[in-house]
């Protein structure tokens, strides 16, 4: 119930193209949806969030897109950089109880110039 | 600069001993957490603590202490009943309700 799927477990796509990750979980109570990049040897980097009141969320290049009923949500990068290269985690929380994250197992990315 | 500092970057452990990392947070947030990261994984919670002089078990608890006596602070024991501790640990922290803001991590190898 806890858990969260992620995919592809990696990703290659040319400069300027779109990259796109998946993500599913079943715990209904998750209301919080984050999305982080994180570099080698770093810390994750909160990219992006949405909550399930509403269906997308952009935020310059990055879009979230929520899918309720199918309990879905996926990461769309427009005009991928080849700075955009990196891990990128999907997590869910819940805002009551046990508030900490649950990460998918990431999905490395490369974008070729 | 408000943030969450972790120390140190780079540890190592023998066999059969304790060893404790830090994390200290400026940030004025009431939750916080440590997380361990292996190779071409995700993070998997260890503990938690919402609240100062409370804290709970993760997914992954055994093997680990903790403590929670400032709001600031939230140390991370890896004890000698950890049989694989060679990882990267994440410490992170936030607000209720609010995103989750991660140090830049320490890597824990055992020699």
């Known amino acids: 119930q806890q858990q969260v799927k992620q995919s592809p477990q990696s990703l290659i796509v040319q400069k300027g193209g779109i990259s796109i990750i998946n993500c599913a979980y079943e715990?209904?109570?998750?209301?919080?949806f984050p999305w982080y990049q994180q570099f080698p040897g770093k810390g994750p980097a909160l990219l992006i969030a949405?909550?399930?009141?509403?269906s997308e969320k952009k935020e310059g290049r990055f879009t979230i897109s929520f899918n309720k009923s199918a309990k879905q949500f996926s990461l769309h990068i427009m005009d991928s950089q080849p700075g955009d290269s990196a891990t990128y985690f999907c997590?869910?929380?819940?805002?009551?109880?046990?508030?900490?994250?649950?990460f998918g197992s990431g999905t490395r990315l490369q974008v070729q110039p | 600069d408000g943030g969450i500092t972790q120390s140190p970057k780079y540890l190592f452990r023998k066999e059969g001993q304790n060893v404790t990392l830090s994390c200290e947070q400026n940030?004025?947030?009431?939750?916080m957490y440590w997380y361990r990261q292996d190779p071409g994984q995700g993070l998997r919670l260890i503990y938690y603590?919402?609240?100062?002089?409370?804290?709970q078990k993760g997914d992954i608890a055994e093997g680990y202490s903790v403590s929670r006596e400032k709001k600031e602070s939230f140390p991370l024991t890896v004890t000698s009943a950890q049989k694989n501790p060679t990882a990267f640990y994440l410490c992170?922290?936030?607000?209720?309700?609010?995103?989750?803001?991660f140090g830049s991590g320490t890597r824990l190898t055992v020699v």
């Open positions: 603590s919402q609240i100062v002089n409370d804290f």
């Open positions: 715990n209904t109570a998750f209301d919080y």
């Open positions: 940030l004025n947030h009431d939750a």
């Open positions: 992170a922290s936030s607000r209720a309700g609010g995103p989750g803001a």
């Open positions: 949405i909550r399930p009141d509403v």
């Open positions: 997590a869910a929380s819940m805002d009551t109880g046990r508030r900490a994250l649950t």
